[in-house]
């Protein structure tokens, strides 16, 4: 069970869109449609920003989407504002009631 | 309101033994797991195992079982992470995390705020 793959590293400006990508295997990702999305601000815990690949839970912005392509998940965020600088964890459930998280991807809003 | 609350940071030595805890209110303890998440120094995140205060059923990541032991006590709403034997590797700051799992949809909606565990001789 190896840790999804996230870039190190996205940036991009104020009212610019990004897109973190999430990728997997056939084994976890690409078998379910069951990956979410935290945010996390330093010192802070992670909070829900997606769950099942594309929804959004109460209270979280619409400039948050996400959406899944085979083995890669994708988050999208349009535009950016310096408060979505974090850092950006996807998991996926990887069967057997067991779950993988990525190694997570910081956005820096220039 | 849902809350997690998580005990408090420990510094423990090599080879001592520990027990975090997360306590629930807000909501039906027994209604859902609890997760236990690692993240270590400038690293991700890590699922390490869950419990189901229901029934105390668990279950546990490779990289994890046999290493930490996750158990609850449904009478104070409270899920526990223990080790045996600490070693230096282990220091991290650990979540708990509620999950929500069912037909089609997991995701993990609370969080408490961690307890730092830092191992040191």
């Known amino acids: 069970q190896s840790a999804l793959t996230q870039p190190a590293s996205v940036s991009g400006s104020p009212g610019q869109s990004i897109t973190i990508s999430c990728t997997g295997t056939?084994?976890?990702?690409?078998?379910?449609?069951?990956v979410s999305w935290y945010q996390q601000h330093p010192g802070k815990a992670p909070k829900l920003m997606i769950y099942?690949?594309?929804k959004r839970p109460s209270g979280v912005s619409n400039r948050f989407s996400g959406s899944k392509s085979g083995n890669t998940a994708s988050l999208r965020i349009s535009g950016l504002q310096a408060e979505d600088e974090a850092e950006y964890h996807c998991c996926s459930y990887a069967g057997s009631s067991t779950w993988v998280f990525g190694g997570g991807t910081k956005l820096t809003v220039l | 309101e849902v809350q997690l609350v998580q005990s408090g940071a420990e510094v423990k030595k090599p080879g001592q033994s520990l027990r975090i805890s997360c306590k629930g209110s807000?909501?039906?303890?027994?209604?859902?797991?609890i997760s236990w998440v690692r993240q270590m120094p400038g690293k991700g995140l890590e699922w390490m195992g869950r419990i189901d205060p229901t029934d105390s059923y668990t279950d546990y990541s490779p990289s994890f079982q046999g290493h930490v032991t996750i158990s609850t006590d449904r009478s104070i709403s409270t899920a526990y992470l223990q080790w045996s034997s600490l070693k230096a590797s282990d220091t991290a700051m650990y979540y708990c995390?509620?999950?929500?799992?069912?037909?089609?949809?997991?995701?993990?909606?609370?969080w408490g705020l961690g307890t730092l565990v830092t191992v040191s001789s």
């Open positions: 995390a509620r999950l929500v799992a069912a037909a089609n949809t997991d995701y993990f909606d609370y």
């Open positions: 807000g909501y039906s303890f027994t209604s859902y797991s």
């Open positions: 056939s084994s976890d990702v690409g078998s379910y449609n069951l």
């Open positions: 099942e690949g594309s």
